[in-house]
C-alpha cells in the first residue's frame, strides 16, 4: 500500500466541493424552451377571435413572407406591458399574427382598446392546442416564422425595449 | 387615522384580485374522467408522470395552472381517441424535451446517473472480495 493513495478520499471529497461551489451559483434557467426551432408549423386551424378580424391557420404561413407569432391573452399582465414594443415592431414593418389563449371576445375587443392592436389577424384558442404544438408553456411568448412556415426563433416573456431590435433582427434572418 | 388605516386594511383583505387568471371555462376534460374506467386509468397514470410548463414541480395530474388542465384534457381525449400513453409522452417530449416527463429515461445527459451506483457496487464487491472472500 502506497502513501498516496490514502490522499485519493480527500481529493474525491475536494473535486466534490469544488464541483458543487462552481455550479451552485450559476443562474438557474426556469424556462422550458421549444425543441420545435428549425422544424415546419404544425397543422392547426383556429376559429376568429372577433368577428371582424382574419384568423390564423398554419397555411398562411408558407406565403413567402416571415411573420412573428405572438401568443398573448387579456388576462395577462405582462401582455399589456409589451403591447408598446409589439407597436414599435409593427411600425418598423413586421407581420404580427396573435393567438388569443383562452380569452373571450368582449375582453380581447377592450385589450385591443387600451393597448393598441398590431395584429394583422388574431385566432381564438381555448385549450391551449397550438401552445402545445409549438412547445410554449407560457403567455406572452413571440415565435418567428420564415416565409416558408419553418419556426426560427421563440422568445421566452414579454418583448422589452431592448428586444425589439433582436426580433427585427431575427426576422430580417428568417428572410424579411 | 388609525381607524382609516384599519378601513384599507379590510378593503385590502375582502378585495378580489383585479386580474384573475383567465375567466373561461375549463377545457372539456380537464375536470372530468372519461366514462370508461379502464382508458381514465391509462390516462392517470400517464398524467402523473407529465410535468406541468407553470408550476415546475408539479405533475399536470396534481396542479390547477390553466395550461395543467388544458394539458389534461388534451391527454384525456388522445387517449379516449385510442392513443398509446408512450406516443403522447413522445409527442410532448418532441415539443418540450425530456423536461417534460418526470419518467427516468437514459440518455446522453443522463446515462452516469444510472451508470455510476452499478460502478460503485462493482467496486465494493471487489473490495470486499479482495478483503474477505480470499482469507490467506
Not at chain 1, 19 to 42: C, E, N, T, W
Not at chain 2, 115 to 121: K, N, S
Request: aromatic share 8%; proline share 8%; hydrophobic share 45%.
Amino acid at each position: 500500500m502506497t502513501r498516496w493513495r490514502l490522499w485519493i478520499p480527500l481529493l474525491l471529497f475536494a473535486g466534490f466541493i469544488g464541483l458543487a461551489a462552481y455550479l451552485l451559483p450559476q443562474p438557474k434557467d426556469d424556462f422550458v424552451h421549444s425543441r420545435m426551432i428549425g422544424k415546419a408549423m404544425p397543422f392547426f386551424q383556429l376559429p376568429q377571435a372577433l368577428p371582424d378580424k382574419p384568423t390564423v391557420t398554419s397555411a398562411i404561413f408558407a406565403d413567402g413572407k416571415p411573420r412573428l407569432l405572438n401568443i398573448f391573452a387579456s388576462w395577462c399582465v405582462p401582455c399589456a406591458a409589451e403591447a408598446p414594443q409589439l407597436q414599435q415592431l409593427r411600425q418598423a414593418g413586421a407581420t404580427i399574427v396573435g393567438v388569443d389563449i383562452r380569452d373571450r371576445s368582449e375582453d380581447l375587443t377592450r385589450f385591443l382598446a387600451q393597448n393598441g392592436d398590431p395584429y394583422q389577424a388574431i385566432g381564438a384558442d381555448d385549450v391551449s392546442r397550438v401552445q402545445f404544438l409549438l412547445g410554449s408553456s407560457g403567455v406572452p411568448e413571440t415565435f418567428v416564422i420564415d416565409g416558408h412556415g419553418v419556426i426560427t426563433y421563440q422568445h421566452i416573456g414579454d418583448i422589452r425595449a431592448d428586444d425589439v431590435p433582436m426580433l427585427l433582427a431575427k426576422l430580417r434572418e428568417a428572410g424579411a | 387615522m388609525k381607524f382609516a388605516g384599519f378601513l384599507l386594511f379590510g378593503a385590502a383583505m375582502t378585495s378580489s384580485p383585479l386580474m384573475a387568471q383567465d375567466q373561461l371555462p375549463p377545457a372539456p376534460y380537464a375536470y372530468r374522467q372519461l366514462s370508461d374506467p379502464k382508458l381514465e386509468a391509462k390516462a392517470e397514470a400517464l398524467m402523473g408522470t407529465l410535468r406541468c410548463l407553470q408550476c415546475q414541480s408539479q405533475s399536470i395530474a396534481d396542479s390547477d395552472a390553466p395550461i395543467a388542465g388544458d394539458m389534461r384534457s388534451e391527454v384525456r381525449l388522445r387517449i379516449a381517441a385510442g392513443e398509446d400513453p408512450e406516443v403522447i409522452r413522445r409527442w410532448l417530449m418532441e415539443r418540450y424535451g425530456d423536461y417534460v416527463s418526470y419518467k427516468p429515461e437514459i440518455s446522453r445527459t443522463t446515462w452516469p446517473l444510472f451508470a455510476v451506483p452499478l460502478v460503485l457496487i462493482l467496486l465494493a464487491v471487489a473490495i470486499v472480495w479482495r478483503r474477505v472472500g480470499r482469507p490467506s
